[in-house]
């Protein structure tokens, strides 16, 4: 009987100790990287969409469905977000385009994919490869398209395009409504 | 002397790496840039630093019968403290690791000198060959880099070194480039060894 009563003890003791250090420093980082991600957010949209100056969301139901960027009180452009499982990870991507729907910008804003080849994807040497496209019509080279994919990429690179164009095309009825 | 022999013995008799094969996995996927390779070299470094001396402390309190998931409990409780920290505070560098921040909990180098070297040793040893080990794995992991970074992309720590003409060796900094380049360097050791 001794012999489970103090492995469970000390087991159970370091455990309680780890577990209570960590969630200081949980509790110490959080809000550090909930702020990183806000300013990294804000910048990712004048990234995208250069030629603005205030972004206003536009939502339903309490989810914000997309951004409208505007410069003096005129509209520019339109921010959205899309997201997709790629390689290794969900990959999260801002997109601008314009008022007659030419992509203006693209940034990954996270991605945990495979460092030196699918994370690649977050140079600024990829987002070039989607300006001044039409988000409706872009697909990968190897499916026959005009996006040239990252070397040992191909998933992500697919991944990226292809969740731009879904979002897009969900999301253009709305756009055009306005 | 002897405790200098700690420190060293990790950096080339015993290297983790290239004697020992331990850690294989991060040193082959992390290996492509060597950037990557400093920065998963000084976490791996930190967290074996770190268990190291918590588990030479806790030797003679933890029971033989659950020392395993007391040691992983510790290496988890410091690799998820520096991710935590590392996003908070170098969030580009937390960035492009990735996914092998968290892997470092299975990186069998630091399990391995926690149950062949920490379980036994005082603190001050430890310490010794937490840093040596810590200095073998990263200069193991810088050099495949460097290899690999040289030939896949024509950098050396994102600097240009061949001209804009060069076409990079693809394979380099694909998986397979890892296995060739870890495998010409260890048997390279090998041979300069037999020789000695």
Do not use: W
């Not at chain 2, 040289?150 to 998986?175: E, Q």
Request: net charge positive; aromatic share 8%.
């Amino acid at each position: 009987m001794k012999e489970m009563i103090k492995p469970t003890l000390v087991l159970l003791v370091i455990c309680v100790v780890a577990g209570s250090i960590l969630a200081l420093i949980y509790y110490k980082t959080d809000p550090i990287i909930a702020e990183n991600n806000r300013i990294e957010e804000e910048n990712a949209r004048k990234e995208v969409l250069p030629l603005a100056d205030k972004f206003e969301p536009v939502c339903k139901n309490d989810n914000i469905l997309y951004y409208e960027g505007s410069c003096e009180d005129e509209l520019v452009g339109y921010i959205f977000k899309c997201s997709k499982y790629a390689y290794s990870s969900t990959v999260k991507t801002i997109v601008g385009i314009d008022t007659l729907f030419m992509i203006t910008g693209i940034k990954i804003v996270s991605q945990q994919e495979t460092p030196g080849l699918g994370a690649n994807c977050s140079k600024p040497r990829f987002a070039e490869k989607f300006k001044n496209k039409n988000p409706e019509t872009i697909l990968v080279d190897k499916d026959g398209g005009n996006i040239v994919s990252i070397t040992g990429a191909t998933i992500t690179t697919r991944t990226v395009t292809n969740s731009i164009r879904e979002k897009f095309n969900k999301l253009k009825q709305k756009f055009n409504k306005k | 002397m002897k405790a200098f022999g700690e420190l060293t013995k990790g950096i080339i008799k015993e290297n983790p790496v290239f004697v020992m094969a331990l850690g294989l996995c991060p040193t082959l996927a992390v290996s492509t840039s060597v950037n990557d390779a400093i920065g998963m070299g000084a976490a791996a470094t930190f967290v074996l630093l770190s268990s190291n001396i918590f588990i030479s402390l806790l030797k003679n309190f933890i029971p033989n019968k659950i020392r395993i998931p007391c040691y992983i409990l510790v290496i988890a409780s410091f690799v998820t403290m520096v991710d935590m920290v590392m996003h908070a505070y170098v969030p580009s560098l937390h960035k492009s690791l990735g996914i092998f921040i968290p892997l470092i909990v299975v990186n069998c180098i630091i399990l391995g000198r926690a149950e062949a070297f920490a379980s036994k040793n005082n603190v001050g040893k430890s310490i010794l060959d937490a840093i040596g080990m810590g200095i073998g794995f990263t200069l193991a992991i810088v050099i495949i880099a460097v290899i690999r970074e040289f030939l896949g992309s024509g950098t050396i720590y994102n600097i240009s070194i061949l001209p804009a003409s060069y076409k990079p060796m693809i394979v380099a900094i694909l998986p397979p480039g890892a296995f060739f380049t870890i495998a010409l360097l260890m048997g390279l050791i090998n041979l300069i060894k037999n020789k000695s």
